[in-house]
Nanobody, 117 residues
Framework: QVQFVESGGGLVQPGGSLRLSCTTS????????ISWYRQAPGKQRELVAG???????NYADSVKGRFTISRDNAKKTVYLQMNSLKPEDTAVYYC???????????WGQGTQVTVSS
């Protein structure tokens, strides 16, 4: 019954910014490791950024220095702030939540990010 929902995607010019959100109404949010993935047409889904339940963060090399992942457990929301966007960032962005205790894995439906003039 647990669902994670992404929002915040859209069309932005190169160099612009977007902030994606991943939210849930479930009770498991605070114990999940949450990651952002993206998938462009014809490409494999790739990890963009991740944040563990303990606050440990990692980024793909391609987005380091441009993207910032954060979480607000009170709001049950994970954010991906994307700055200095490039056309290569165009993809569907997915939120993934993984629970290690009583293992479970959840995917959002995705939100489209298009970087174009």
């Amino acid at each position: 019954q647990v669902q994670f929902v992404e929002s915040g995607g859209g069309l932005v010019q190169p160099g612009g910014s977007l902030r994606l959100s991943c939210t849930t109404s479930g009770t498991i949010f605070s114990i999940c490791d949450i990651s952002w993935y993206r998938q462009a047409p014809g490409k494999q889904r790739e990890l963009v950024a991740g944040i563990t339940s303990g606050g440990r963060i990692n980024y793909a090399d391609s987005v380091k220095g441009r993207f910032t992942i954060s979480r607000d457990n009170a709001k049950k929301t994970v954010y991906l702030q994307m700055n200095s966007l490039k056309p290569e960032d165009t993809a569907v962005y997915y939120c993934n939540a993984k629970r290690l205790i009583v293992p479970a894995d959840y995917w959002g439906q995705g939100t489209q990010v298009t970087v174009s003039s």
